[in-house]
Nanobody, 127 residues
């Protein structure tokens, strides 16, 4: 079992940056692949990024490539999502999630593959 808590959301202007964090308690975070998902008002939740258990492999949705960077510090049981060049369309509630299956097993962008979820943090980008 692992509990996840996101932080770092807020209101930012277009072009600004935010760094989200996902802190874990319970089992060692190195046991989990971590994904970031987001849900905008009136839309389904969508995949943003994933990072393997030791940060060796990362995967981003096309809209995040070149702007978002995921990293992790397993000693601190924390995963980060650095978001730069933010756009109004990035406005959403951002969730981190953890899965026990290996990164190489695939499905890193599939919600149903994740076992644990945080409560979400709101990111609002004003135009």
């Amino acid at each position: 079992q692992v509990q996840l808590v996101e932080a770092g959301g807020g209101l930012v202007q277009t072009g600004g940056s935010l760094r989200l964090s996902c802190a874990a308690s319970g089992r060692a975070f190195s046991n989990y692949v971590v994904g970031w998902f987001r849900q905008a008002p009136g839309k389904e939740r969508e995949f943003v990024a994933a990072i393997s258990k030791y940060g060796t492999n990362k995967y981003y949705t096309d809209s995040a490539k070149g702007r978002f960077t995921s990293s992790r510090d397993n000693a601190k049981n924390t995963v980060y999502l650095q978001m730069n060049s933010l756009k109004p369309e990035d406005t959403a509630v951002y969730y981190c999630a953890a899965k026990t299956q290996s990164y190489s097993s695939g499905g890193n962008d599939v919600e149903e593959k994740y076992d644990y979820w945080g409560q979400g943090t709101q990111v609002t980008v004003s135009s």
